[in-house]
């Protein structure tokens, strides 16, 4: 499996769920 | 969207055929952060549009089978993607451009043709290891027959550069969407950059979403929803499987990844939806957190992405 500075990296933290209303950004299909 | 909780200040324009947004935790520090934005996109856009008959990769395909000299810029980018295919075995390659003009994608999305009847059916892409690039003479020798669509890591590739950029050089939290594909660089918000996740990014801030933090690299959204059109009759959309030229299976609406960077986000997601069912194990085994919905609606989560929060959200969770 590639990882490393050779393969994809994972993030340092995975994302965390956020509650209420409000963001910085959308990620959707683009 | 709905403004952010805290004191950040956002701008949004159009560029590259979508929508750009940059966002500063230092809200006097923006107009900076989005003329190094528009910099970048502009610079990008006249290195690696195949769209423009000006761009330096349309000279490059006109100057096929001989070594070229190339700009920084366009040198790195396709480094970038050739390193892409490099990391996914050839699920993601630039080398795709012919198959992705013959389903007609041959313009800026705005303009393609609704439906025509399909000319010729694509067939597998030319291999992205048929490519050099010289990275240290910035030089390229492209195969003549070889057409290249750096679509898939270009833009990820400026959120990158740009955010980071950014956040170098105002001291602030930086935050750049491109269409979806977000970077983040500098120090965010205490509680993380809030992201609303779902299928268009530019409706996904009002409808039910996941909403989610993340603290740095990047997260980006693959669709098969998006871009697409007719040919002969047929639903197509943007996303081609290089090892056929066919278009990638409907198994999955949209595919979310977070990632250490915008582009290894965005390589992921597009190597998924090409990758179809076998996608959640693939990410899985990357320790690449993810959200994947099929074309019927359900959600599957994979390597720490936080179940869906929506009401009736139904989630199958993948373990990493």
Redesign the interface.
């Known amino acids: 499996v590639p990882q490393g500075s050779s393969g994809i990296q994972p993030p340092a933290q995975a994302p965390a769920p956020a509650f209420g209303s409000g963001s910085h950004a959308s990620s959707g299909g683009s | ?6 004191g ?1 200040a ?1 701008a949004t324009f159009a560029a590259l055929g ?1 929508t750009a ?1 940059v ?1 500063v935790t230092e809200p006097r520090r923006l107009d900076r952060a989005e003329q190094i934005l528009r910099e970048v996109l502009d610079a990008i856009d006249l290195a690696c549009s195949r769209f423009r008959s000006d761009s330096e990769i349309s000279g490059l395909h006109a100057h096929a089978g001989r070594t070229a000299p190339a700009s920084a810029l366009l040198t790195d980018a396709l480094a970038v993607a050739l390193r892409a295919a490099a ?2 075995d050839g699920l993601v390659d630039p080398t795709v451009g012919a198959a992705v003009r013959a389903w007609g994608y041959d313009r800026d999305f705005a303009s393609v043709v609704p439906d025509v009847a399909l000319v010729e059916r694509p067939g597998p892409a030319p291999g992205w290891w048929r490519v050099t690039v010289d990275e240290r003479r910035r030089e390229i020798l492209l195969p003549r027959g070889v057409h290249l669509d750096l679509g898939a890591t270009a ?1 990820a590739y400026a959120a990158d550069l740009a955010a980071g950029r950014a956040a170098r050089e105002t001291g602030c939290g930086v ?1 750049v ?6 970077a983040v660089a500098g120090r965010g ?1 205490a ?15 009002d409808q039910p ?1 996941d ?17 697409t059109w007719r040919r002969g009759g047929r639903p197509v959309h943007h996303i081609v499987d290089p090892r056929t030229g066919d278009q990638a299976p409907p198994v999955w ?2 595919v ?1 990844v ?4 915008c582009v ?1 986000a965005n ?2 997601s597009t190597a998924a939806i090409v990758l179809g069912a076998a996608a959640p194990d693939w990410l899985a ?5 993810a959200r994947l919905v099929s074309t019927d609606g359900g959600v599957t989560t994979v ?5 869906d ?1 929506r009401p009736g959200g139904h989630v199958q969770g993948v373990a990493a």
């Open positions: 969207v709905k403004a952010p909780s805290t950040s956002r979508t947004v966002v990391v996914t833009k935050l969407s491109l269409g979806g594909d977000v918000p509680d993380g950059w809030r992201v609303a996740v779902g299928d268009d990014h530019a409706t996904a801030g979403a909403l989610v933090t993340v603290q740095s690299g990047g997260l980006a959204t693959s669709s098969t929803t998006r871009r609406r949209t979310s977070a990632a250490g960077s290894d390589t992921a085994v990357r320790r690449l957190p390597a720490g992405w936080p179940a929060t």
